[in-house]
Structure formats: C-alpha cells, structure tokens
C-alpha cells in the first residue's frame, strides 16, 4: 500500500512511518490504571476498545475511513490471551490468515487486542519487527498490514507528555491488521490523506490533555 504509509486504516491515520522509538509514555486515560499481570475479561476489553473508536478515533474524526468499517460492522475484535511474545505471535497468525481469508464484506480489518502481554511501550516496540516478519513469511506483504496503538505510544519526534502521541493510544496494546487494498481505496476516496497526520495534530493540541481525559468521564 505505498502511500506514504498513510495508514489510516488503522483507525487512525498516519502521514508517515510510525518511528519505533526507546521511550515511554503516559498512561492511555485519566484513570486507567497498571494492567500488567492482569487478566481480563474478554467482554470489558472489547467493550473499552469500541468506546475508545467511537469516542476517540470516530469522535474526534483521527481517522476518516473509520466510521464506513464500524457502521457496517466489519471491525472483528480478538482479544489475545497470551502471556507471552511466543503466545501472541501464534495468535497474531492466526488472525492474519483468517484476515486473508475471510470475505472482505463480512470482516474488512482485525483489532488483536492483548492486554496480558506487551505492556511495557519498549518491549511492544521491539515486537513489531517480529509482526513485519510473520507478514513476509506468510506472503502477505502487500496484501495486509498491522498497525500499532499502545496506552504508552510515543511517536520517536515527541515528548513523553506530548499529547499528539495519543493519536496512537488505545486502552490495551492493540495490533490493528488491514487490508492494503481496502486502504487504498479509501485513500482514492480522500484526495486529503496526506493532510491527516498534522490535521489529527492539531485536533489533539486544541483539545489538550485534559479535553482528552474528559472524553472517558462520561
């Protein structure tokens, strides 16, 4: 999908490469707490992750293909329960080959979601290169893609307190699987997609930190 890896697709629209970064960041929410360790319902997950599109990343409009996948519910939500790297991997393929092969007008894009493992921003960083590799060995590289979105997500050019960062912030560290060919489609569709990196930019500065935390207070 070339574009210059514009991925919105990921519910969340990028006009560059994500830079993996070596830092942390804040927490996702204003009273989200430590989930290292925790084990979780796959329900409340679900449930917190559709609240965080349709607050955040429909709500605020960070991404403008979103909301055509949610309405027709074609998002498919996989709530990973692994412990382990080694766990989620195998999870992570799974849901790639079910992707690959499921009818695109039933299922368009994955939200693998896995609050048990990858907490730490540094050691999810690291595992994207493991979740590039899985995609070339399974011959899907041009077919789909995975984006990413962590509660710690910080882009390489920013500050830890930054709040652009939460453009790429989600309740749990989520691996979003797309289809390029959906993607470019709805790239064709929005002539302004190179716009919508510093357009979600500028949304996220005026509403600040603390217009963010109030999203999830009501």
């Not at 329900?43 to 607050?55: G, L």
């Not at 960062?165 to 470019?184: G, M, Q």
């Not at 709805?186 to 217009?211: H, M, Q, S, V, W």
């Amino acid at each position: 999908m070339g574009l210059v890896r514009v991925v919105c697709g990921r519910l969340q629209c990028e006009a560059t490469s994500l830079k993996r970064d070596r830092a942390g960041g804040r927490t996702w929410g204003a009273d989200n707490g430590d989930n290292d360790g925790m084990s979780m319902e796959h329900d409340t997950v679900i449930e917190d992750t559709r609240n965080w599109m349709v607050k955040a990343v429909i709500g605020l409009n960070l991404c403008p293909f979103a909301k055509g996948v949610h309405v027709k519910n074609q998002v498919r939500y996989r709530v990973s329960d692994a412990s382990t790297p080694e766990g989620l991997l195998e999870d992570l393929i799974e849901e790639l080959t079910f992707l690959r092969d499921a009818d695109p007008d039933e299922v368009d894009t994955t939200l693998l979601v896995h609050p048990g493992v990858l907490q730490d921003f540094l050691d999810f960083n690291d595992f994207l290169d493991v979740v590039d590799a899985a995609v070339e060995d399974l011959e899907l590289d041009g077919v789909l893609q995975v984006a990413s979105f962590h509660p710690d997500y910080q882009f390489a050019d920013a500050d830890p307190d930054d709040v652009e960062n939460y453009s790429n912030r989600a309740p749990y560290p989520t691996l979003h699987l797309i289809r390029e060919e959906s993607l470019d489609r709805a790239i064709e569709a929005f002539p302004e997609a190179e716009d919508i990196y510093e357009t979600n930019k500028a949304t996220l500065r005026k509403l600040g930190l603390e217009g963010w935390k109030k999203l999830w207070q009501v």
